[in-house]
């Protein structure tokens, strides 16, 4: 059974900076693509970043400059470096996992952007 395991949300001020990582565990195929969706409530699950297998990556025009992606393919283990984080950012962020056919989804952490 896959497992993705996500960390590092929480509460931050405007201006300020968070890394999110999700480590994927369990059998699976060779994984293609890893990434961040987020959704804030009332609202619609959006992309945030993905990066491909061959570090590719592609950011929604809204977090573009502010946040890096990045994995670690030794470890199944992708980040996201948020910098410059506004109050628009707060939501639940949920680690996405494209592995063969399947997709796999995290439990989700909270990311709260409040003075």
């Known amino acids: 059974q896959v497992q993705l395991v996500e960390s590092g949300g929480g509460l931050v001020q405007p201006g300020g900076s968070l890394r999110l990582s999700c480590a994927a565990s369990?059998?699976?195929?060779?994984?293609?693509?890893m990434g961040w969706y987020r959704q804030a409530p009332g609202k619609q699950r959006e992309l945030v970043a993905v990066?491909?297998?061959?570090?590719?990556?592609n950011y929604s025009d809204s977090v573009k400059g502010r946040f890096t992606i990045s994995r670690d393919n030794a470890r199944n283990t992708v980040y996201l470096q948020m910098n410059s984080l506004k109050p628009e950012d707060t939501a639940v962020y949920l680690c996405?996992?494209?592995?063969?056919?399947?997709?796999?989804w995290g439990q989700g952490t909270q990311v709260t952007v409040s003075s």
């Open positions: 990066i491909l297998s061959g570090s590719s990556a």
């Open positions: 996405n996992v494209r592995a063969g056919w399947a997709t796999y």
């Open positions: 369990g059998s699976m195929f060779s994984i293609y693509s």
